[in-house]
């Protein structure tokens, strides 16, 4: 599983999303986060991280438009068997990838798409625990 972080100036929440993607119950987690030409501290706090844990991998790129850093990551994380989108603003609880990789998988068993499309606030589990908020308010 690779989480994909697209990041321009997402200083202020990084930390708490990164962290919150490093607890998460699914271990078998890689992070390459794309810092987008940001303007603030972003930059430091991803190499920071990225020195202190080898599942994080990091990309510095100019100024881009959204589009064009989520492509580039794409192609940064060919291979993966899933991709999971997270905002450098996004804070996931801890059972998050785990319930997304269940979802995923039980929709190829069953021979259905293969992309799991999640609500925009918020994710439930099947028995109706909250696992993902979005947009951390601080």
Not at 64 to 80: G, P
Request: net charge positive.
């Amino acid at each position: 599983m690779t989480i994909a972080v697209p990041c321009f100036n997402g200083a202020q929440a990084l930390p708490i999303s990164v962290n919150s993607l490093l607890a998460q119950t699914y271990h078998a987690v890689n992070l390459l986060i794309a810092n987008d030409g940001s303007e603030d501290e972003s930059l430091e706090i991803i190499k920071k991280f990225a020195a202190a844990n080898n599942k994080i991998q990091y990309l510095d790129l100019p100024r881009n438009n959204a589009s064009k850093t989520r492509n580039i990551i794409l192609e940064k994380a060919k291979d993966y068997d899933f991709l999971c989108w997270c905002d450098c603003g996004d804070e996931l609880l801890p059972n998050a990838i785990f319930s997304m990789v269940y979802q995923a998988q039980l929709k190829q068993v069953n021979g259905s798409e293969k992309i799991v499309v999640l609500p925009l606030r918020e994710i439930r589990t099947p028995n109706g625990k909250k696992c993902f908020t979005s947009k951390i308010s601080r």
